[in-house]
């Protein structure tokens, strides 16, 4: 049954390690987006897929920070050389249609030492 | 792009009282008003949402009104109970794009 999967759900790195994290979103849902959460903030827009366009990266913070979603499926947001401003709750979302309700998985804590 | 205020930041109410939550948003063009709720250890949860062409809306003991001339919009939970306590947040969507802009959430307390 099947919500938003994320995993890992807590990640601990040192400074200028690479990071992957994974979302798997609802079955047959063709939106996907992340959000960050920092403690304190709201939920920061990083990238939205839809189907076979091309993703919105507009929210990317840096060149560090990258994604992709294979088959209109799973995704997966990739963090290089991570900071300790990485430190934050990274959050998954599908949803049926372009506009239409966010379905958010759990989120993975992201931690940087 | 779309900035959305939210206020207060954190809440406290006694059972049973009511609760309000407003926030303001800058981008004359949007027309979608979701509310989320989060629970600890939660993803966000959309609780009522509200579309432009209409200025409140009702659900049961939650309600959610829309001025569009002042660009605000709030959240009003009545009869509160101890499972209200969460976090809530508010966003907005400009016509078609992609995101919605969060506001940066209210942190409510139901207290016995």
């Known amino acids: 049954g099947a919500g938003v999967s994320q995993s890992p759900s807590n990640k601990v790195t040192e400074k200028g390690k690479d990071v992957e994290l994974r979302c798997d979103p609802i079955?047959?849902?063709?939106?996907l987006y992340w959000y960050r959460q920092s403690l304190g903030q709201g939920l920061e827009f990083l990238i939205y897929?839809?189907?076979?366009?091309?993703?919105?990266k507009s929210g990317l913070p840096s060149d560090r920070f990258s994604a992709e979603r294979t088959g209109g499926s799973v995704s997966t947001l990739t963090i290089q050389r991570t900071q300790q401003e990485d430190s934050a709750v990274y959050l998954c979302?599908?949803?049926?249609?372009?506009?239409?309700?966010?379905?958010f998985g759990e989120g993975s804590r992201l931690t940087v030492l | 792009g779309e900035n959305v205020e939210q206020h207060p930041s954190t809440l406290s109410v006694q059972e049973g009282d009511s609760a309000v939550i407003k926030c303001t948003y800058s981008?004359?063009?949007?027309?979608?008003f979701p509310w989320y709720k989060q629970e600890l250890g939660k993803g966000p949860q959309l609780i009522i949402d509200i579309r432009s062409n209409v200025g409140e809306k009702k659900d049961q003991r939650i309600a959610v009104t829309l001025n569009k001339t002042a660009k605000h919009f709030s959240l009003h939970i009545t009869e509160t109970q101890p499972e209200d306590s969460a976090v809530y947040f508010c966003?907005?969507?400009?016509?078609?794009?992609?995101?919605?802009?969060f506001g940066t959430g209210t942190r409510l307390q139901v207290t016995l």
């Open positions: 966003a907005a969507r400009t016509g078609t794009a992609s995101k919605l802009t």
């Open positions: 079955s047959g849902h063709t939106a």
């Open positions: 897929f839809q189907g076979n366009s091309a993703p919105d």
């Open positions: 981008d004359s063009a949007s027309n979608y």
């Open positions: 979302a599908s949803s049926l249609v372009k506009v239409g309700e966010l379905f």
